[in-house]
């Protein structure tokens, strides 16, 4: 079964619900047979690279509120966090355009090395002091940290279409799907859940969705099953 998550770097409870989902996932008893794809969504598609502010001063300017406010909001995300085992810096964090990082994404899974590319993301976005924006070096040298090659990475980053349309494609499928919002997540494409639940809420979604899968149906021709191999050798045609 495959669970696919949408979600940006940028976002705090794409963190914190990555976390939760996780605790979820080890758990469950067909963990082995899920498959997990993690899907681009920005949060902020329009701002330029070289665009970077204080995460203070984002929120206050796009929610319209007080530095006061926005600092209390940072400080419950850093219990929030804290609760599900995630370091959290509260103070002095940076916010600017996550499309090279979804572009560099894309390039992991083909590699095989997404979730540990993302996870490596989060950590130095919302636990970190160096910026993971607007340095491509800081970009490549995560990437390596999740296994990938360096020059390759470069590669990637270099060239603004690389992994470009993969990124839109699936901007566009979370639009089509619903999802005006991150975490979003998506069970066998029959079930979304969104924000970051508690992990009993996604143990009860895994649980829904994997027991309503549809069983196999085997096409079969009238003249009968045709030759197969099995643990006991292979059937022979005797005419």
């Not at 990637?156 to 993969?166: G, I």
Request: proline share 5%.
């Amino acid at each position: 079964m495959r669970v696919e998550i949408w979600s940006d770097i940028a976002c705090p409870w794409c963190y914190v619900g990555k976390a939760r989902f996780e605790k979820a996932l080890d758990a469950f008893p067909h963990r082995d047979e899920i498959e997990v794809v993690h899907r681009s969504f920005e949060l902020d598609p329009g701002r330029a690279k070289g665009d970077i502010q204080p995460v203070l001063a984002m929120l206050t300017k796009k929610y319209g509120m007080s530095e006061a406010q926005a600092q209390a909001g940072e400080e419950n995300l850093g219990t929030q966090a804290a609760a599900e085992g995630l370091a959290y810096r509260t103070r002095d964090r940076d916010h600017g355009n996550t499309f090279d990082m979804h572009r560099l994404l894309h390039f992991a899974k083909e590699q095989g090395r997404q979730d540990e590319l993302i996870g490596l993301l989060y950590r130095a976005n919302f636990a970190e002091e160096r910026t993971v924006f607007g340095d491509d070096e800081r970009l490549v040298e995560l990437a390596v940290a999740a296994g990938l090659d360096a020059d390759a990475a470069r590669t990637v980053l270099a060239d603004p279409k690389a992994y470009a349309d993969d990124v839109r494609a699936d901007e566009r499928e979370a639009a089509e799907l619903g999802a005006n919002g991150v975490p979003f997540f998506v069970l066998d494409r029959k079930y979304g859940v969104s924000g970051a639940q508690p992990a009993e809420v996604f143990t009860q979604a895994l649980t829904q969705a994997w027991g309503e899968r549809p069983p196999l149906r085997l096409i079969q021709q009238d003249s009968g099953d045709a030759e197969v191999c099995g643990p006991d050798g292979c059937a022979v045609p005797q005419h």
